[in-house]
């Protein structure tokens, strides 16, 4: 009996050592400028697109210590993300652990597309001090709890850039935290292994490894410490992502729920059986009240809070859907072995996106598109409701207050993340479609599609529970209008951006200059997440 057991651990120590041991993924071209842009495309999006790549990357990296621009030489300790250098009106010099953990993640996405480049160099380094860091907040009291009191510590939203705890008033605990901290960080150690083939199992690669997961207990290595702390909580109330309401949350969930699943995988090939057991099970119930409990039948879509007066309409929906699930191009191999949970392609997904749409479009005055119709009198108050589906200016909720510096009654503005998070959807449908060959439309994602071809000849052609595939016009159409209303999204922001390219939080909602915090990291990183988005689709057709 033991040696059977003995030998089912050395199959599966061995079927990881190979799948940790994979070659390297596609080379996508990395971030870099292309030069071979032609003078009468100037114009277009296309260009605009690769030098807004570059300056987003370089904008991002100056937020970030090692080496940024706006960090160097004012106190802010190595492996820190600030959320954005603005430090009054509104105050973001600090670091919060979502911000950082998703900006980090779009570094790990680079440096998986392209590890021996200059630039992959430099972000290794960047990456290293980040996990370095995460083990220190990890270990450092503050008004959530500590490390020592059931790792309650971790649940603290955001720290000072020295990396003392912030003491003010704020909406802690937020649980969404450990969960993108966990899943970036066993990214980059899926992407650093796969890219050094002969560390795992030598001894400095033991030394490599065990700051970011170790079998030991109490968890002492970062991923395990924040794993243990998503088994632990994700059944608890916590602030939203937004910061503002306490509840059960489906951005919150869904991330915890990719974390406790990928972690399972991780915790396998490190030897640790028990832990994988644990998270699965988690994961599992996780699972249930994620598909149970946020599809609101009465409202048609899904909601981003349990329980609460809100309606539900959320940005967060389609930034859960986005970071809940695996990117295609990433090193996850969960696609393969699990049901993904309302991946960005999903009916519910995309009926939300499209009920989300329509509410911002009519509530944004720089959404007023012009009329559709030369003769048109639009004098019908019923008509407001735009039906082709276009690029929209979208913020975070429909009763949002916050202007990016205060609260005020006149509501809140379009944020470039959200507006940036929804083109991704779009061309990740795209693509997604374009790579099945197929396509089912049912009467739930029914009207999603009919908006989609509303401009179309086609449009009449779509019918319920019927599946499309290559051989049809109506599988085509909406293949390339996904990707072109993903497009129209990238426009909005781009008429928002300052003469340099930068991007804050906000636009106005009137005048649709920038607003809030300038310089924003996660605004970047939502762009370079469309670009990456793109070129994949670019690749796959
Ligand atoms: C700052 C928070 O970060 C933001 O999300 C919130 O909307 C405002 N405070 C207003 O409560
Ligand atoms: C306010 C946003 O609501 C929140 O999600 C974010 O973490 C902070 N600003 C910092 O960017």
Redesign the pocket.
Known sequence: MPLLLLIICLAYFILYALAFSAPPLLHLGGAGYNQEQQKPLQDSLEAWIVAEEEVALDRLLANVQPGGRNTEGKGVVNGTVIASPSKED?DYWYQWVRDAALTTSTLVDIYTASPSSALSTRLSAILDAYAHLQHTLQHTSNRSGSFSTNLSGLGEPKFHVDGSPFTGPWGRPQHDGPALRAITLMAYLRAYNTSHPSLWGSREGNEWFKLLYEADMPANSVVKADLEYVAQYWNQSGFDL???VQGLHFFTAMVQLRALREGADIAVAFGDPGAAEWYTKQAAYLERLVRESFWDEGKGHLVATLDSPRSGLDCAILLGALHGNPSPLSSSSLEATHTPVFPPYSDEVLVTLLAFIQDQRARFPINATPPSSPNGDDDDADTIETPVLSGTALGRYPSDT?NGHT?TPSGGNPWFLCTLTASTLLHRTSTHLASTHSLTITSLSLPFYRFLLASSSLQSHIAPNTTYGDGDAVFHSIVDRLRSVGDEFVRVARAHVDSEGAMSEQFDRRTGFMQGARDLSWSYGAFLGVVRERKRGAVDL
């Open positions: 509104p937004w910061e503002e916050y609260s």
